[in-house]
């Protein structure tokens, strides 16, 4: 074995290991799952190593092996975390759905989230909580998302901001009824 | 003239830096004049903002590394397939080819470097907006302005002066290259330029301490390979490179 591809591989991919398990565990719901389908990911990646053209993104490269290997074994085997529907109503104009933080009520209920973040996300349906992930948290632009879910741009582009107005939504519900914010009359 | 229902369409994309320049210039314009907007956008950058300080998620447990690099010892990467595998090539030729390919595919990834260089500086320069201060800065690029590289003053370098900033997510360096974008001092034209992490394993083919000259279509790219960085610059044509290297090295203000 070529012990410079090893070298040149771990260079590339041990700082990106975080943003791997973070994804990861967002996408499986559970620690354990999570650590396996990095565990996974990597070693396909690195039996796989010769293919990817060097100085390109490896980041989008490991990405969408990830992606795949949660969306063929993880999915599948039902290991994924229950999601309650949401009730859709799909706005007619997005600058009057409600779901609108101003800034000075994103100040009011920000050292107040604490978990419930977290746990909105997980409630996204797995199909709009990818786009999400790959988005808000790890930078990826819309065509690179598309390459890493191989779906058009436009898929992305509706399901990101769907995602977005869910979470939106349901963090509004949590701070009203939690009494962080008032109801707006 | 863009209303307030057009800016919160686009408050998605405006946030995450992807929408062309124009339409963008067009955003900025109506939150300069809508308080209504520019509140929505605000709280709109705050609230995710927030959400990745706080909720992308721990750290990978210390045993994962451990347990990834012993699982590495024990796999194999698949044999690395000859330069031209994919491409049909009768047998004939394939000999011919042997020798050339050698050294063209030791030189390829420079190469391509410069190219996509090239590209960006001809095509993806739309991107790039003049901004004066970190504030318009952030205005423009919402929350990706961590990844833009901004000049608070100009910087002199020889007889070019800039201070436009611009994010470029997919550089030939991979993502988080910074590109300056300059106007040549007597002519006019347009030199780009960008620094970068020397790609690993390139000092094998391009010593730490050459400059490299690439011509592409019109363009000329210089390639500078130094202290493990690599910076370029790419020039519309090779007579506004050759005023460049005339000039004595600068010192960065």
Not at chain 1, 130 to 144: D, I, N, R
Not at chain 2, 33 to 42: I, K, L, M, P, Y
Not at chain 2, 45 to 59: K, V, Y
Not at chain 2, 93 to 121: C, G, K, N
Request: net charge positive.
């Amino acid at each position: 074995m070529n012990t410079g591809d090893r070298e040149a591989f771990e260079e590339l991919a041990y700082p990106l290991l975080d943003s791997a398990y973070r994804t990861a565990l967002r996408m499986t719901g559970q620690p354990a799952s999570a650590e396996d389908l990095v565990q996974e990911a990597f070693m396909r990646a690195f039996r796989a190593f010769n293919q990817f053209e060097r100085g390109t993104n490896f980041k989008a490269w490991l990405f969408r092996i990830l992606t795949n290997v949660f969306l063929n074994d993880y999915r599948k085997k039902g290991r994924e975390p229950q999601t309650t529907d949401f009730a859709e109503v799909e706005p007619a104009d997005p600058a009057t759905e409600g779901g609108e933080f101003k800034a000075e009520e994103v100040e009011a209920i920000r050292a107040h989230l604490g978990d419930e973040a977290v746990k909105a996300i997980d409630r996204l349906p797995s199909d709009f909580r990818l786009p999400f992930l790959l988005s808000t948290f790890e930078g990826f632009s819309y065509k690179e998302i598309a390459s890493i879910l191989g779906i058009p741009m436009g898929t992305v582009m509706s399901r990101l901001f769907r995602a977005r107005r869910l979470l939106k939504t349901d963090l509004k519900e949590y701070a009203k009824a939690s009494g962080y914010l008032r109801e707006r009359k | 003239m863009m209303n307030c229902s057009d800016a919160r369409g686009r408050i998605n994309p405006y946030l995450d830096g992807e929408l062309g320049m124009d339409e963008n210039v067009q955003v900025v314009r109506h939150l300069e004049t809508c308080q209504g907007c520019s509140s929505v956008f605000e709280g709109e950058r705050l609230l995710f903002d927030e959400l990745r300080r706080t909720a992308a998620g721990p750290a990978a447990p210390v045993s994962l590394r451990a347990r990834i690099s012993s699982g590495l010892g024990q796999t194999r990467v698949a044999s690395r397939p000859w330069p031209f595998a994919r491409a049909l090539v009768p047998a004939a030729a394939a000999a011919v080819l042997l020798a050339v390919f050698v050294t063209f595919f030791a030189s390829q990834p420079v190469e391509a470097m410069a190219r996509r260089a090239v590209a960006w500086h001809d095509q993806g320069s739309a991107r790039v907006v003049p901004v004066s201060t970190v504030t318009e800065l952030e205005t423009f690029y919402g929350s990706q302005g961590k990844k833009a590289c901004l000049h608070e003053r100009t910087v002199t370098a020889g007889k070019y002066s800039y201070k436009s900033a611009s994010v470029e997510k997919s550089g030939p360096g991979g993502s988080d290259t910074c590109w300056w974008v300059a106007t040549c001092p007597t002519s006019g034209c347009r030199m780009t330029h960008a620094c970068f992490p020397a790609p690993q394993g390139i000092e094998k083919t391009w010593p730490d301490g050459k400059r490299r000259t690439f011509t592409i279509g019109e363009r000329t790219v210089i390639m500078n390979h130094r202290n493990g960085q690599v910076c370029l610059f790419v020039f519309d044509n090779a007579l506004e490179a050759d005023k460049f290297l005339a000039v004595p090295r600068p010192a960065r203000d």
